[in-house]
């Protein structure tokens, strides 16, 4: 499993808009700009966040974006999911697993499925508010 840059942008423009949380929406262009990442490609993962009702979209002239939970709500897991075509190791393994005959007797479909297991654990354990806590944990502010 690869994580893409598209599901490392989500990730960064979900803890933008937390950090940026006044109750206010959020223009993209400001995450845009904050996050050194091209408005087009935003707005592309930001329509699959809205459609998973991850993000709410305010329209007009002071509209934006907002998340539409509490950042302890959002896993990284739950992010990941909108973003990637699979978080599986391997196709023998997932939601999307192909249909194999040996399965029952492959030893290394135990591999792939201990692996699955320990991905989803540690994704599914990581909120965003976890990713905020260490962001600031960090003093790292280049991100947000």
């Not at 707005?43 to 539409?68: C, D, F, N, T």
């Not at 391997?90 to 029952?104: I, L, Q, R, W």
Request: neutral net charge.
């Amino acid at each position: 499993m690869r994580i893409s840059m598209k599901g490392k942008y989500a990730i960064e423009l979900m803890i933008d808009l937390a950090a940026h949380n006044t109750g206010q929406p959020i223009k993209i262009k400001d995450i845009a700009r904050r996050q050194e990442i091209s408005v087009k490609y935003l707005e592309q993962i930001i329509s699959s966040l809205h459609k998973a009702s991850l993000v709410k979209s305010i329209r007009g002239s002071q509209g934006g974006y907002v998340l539409a939970k509490e950042p302890e709500e959002y896993t990284v897991e739950m992010i990941l999911k909108i973003t990637e075509r699979t978080l599986s190791p391997s196709d023998c393994v997932g939601e999307n697993s192909v249909a194999c005959e040996n399965k029952p007797m492959c030893v290394t479909n135990r591999i792939w499925e201990k692996l699955e297991d320990a991905i989803s654990g540690v994704l599914g354990d990581i909120t965003l508010a976890d990713l905020l806590g260490w962001q600031r944990e960090l003093g790292n502010h280049y991100s947000i």
